[in-house]
């Protein structure tokens, strides 16, 4: 199994040096979709490109990594929203969608509603399940993909800041998959760690606010 992940991160590496941008586009609507793509094997290799001096740019690289991401997002949304619960529930086992990774995927919705959407793009499973529920729910298209480009477009940032970084002293990365990979790890962990606080903080002013409103409530009524 190891051994076939490694096979398929020198591929989709491969195609980020071939493609360039189109390659991004490709890779991270996967990465936003029903293939589990891992985000880290596509911006930074790109970022590090752009640094090695190819014609991509790091800006370029940012661009076509939230456009990728924004266009898989859609996909499974509008999947989501036509194909209903009991489908995604009976068949997702097929396509890495088991439905206990959905279902904690709508209790993240539930929870953290539009926020969640936004939030979710830093955090690992959850940002390529989001879309789901999110279509599931109807939720409105303006908002989801307000919070879909806006979260994606930081995370996009995050990684190519990364791999820019990594690819003006180390450009040899780009040819070890394994070593660029922990090399990123090693520095986004601390932004799932910092995401995960700021959720948490989003949680607690949502519970206030929402406990602040049933009190206003039950005045109203008691009046």
Known sequence: MHELMHELIVTWMHWVETWEYLGVVILMAMESSIIPVPSEVVVPPAAILAASGSDMTFWGVVLAGTVG???????MYYTAMYAGRPFIYKFGKYFFMPKHKVEKAE????????????????????????????????????????????????????LAWFGYEIGKDNPELIKSPDALIDAVKDKSHLIVLG??????????????????????????KSE
């Not at 959407?117 to 390529?128: A, C």
């Not at 700021?198 to 206003?216: D, I, P, Q």
């Open 69 to 75: 991401s924004y266009i898989g997002s859609v996909i």
């Open 107 to 158: 209790e993240y919705m539930r929870n953290y509603a539009s926020g969640g959407i936004f939030f979710s793009r830093f955090l690992p499973v959850i940002r390529h399940l989001i879309s789901i529920p999110a279509g599931m729910a109807k939720v409105n298209f303006m908002k989801f993909s307000i919070a879909t480009i806006t979260g994606s477009a930081i995370w996009c940032w995050v």
């Open 195 to 220: 995401v995960l606080l700021l959720v948490a903080l989003y949680a607690v002013m949502k519970f206030m606010t929402r406990s602040k409103n049933k009190a206003t409530d039950s005045s109203d």
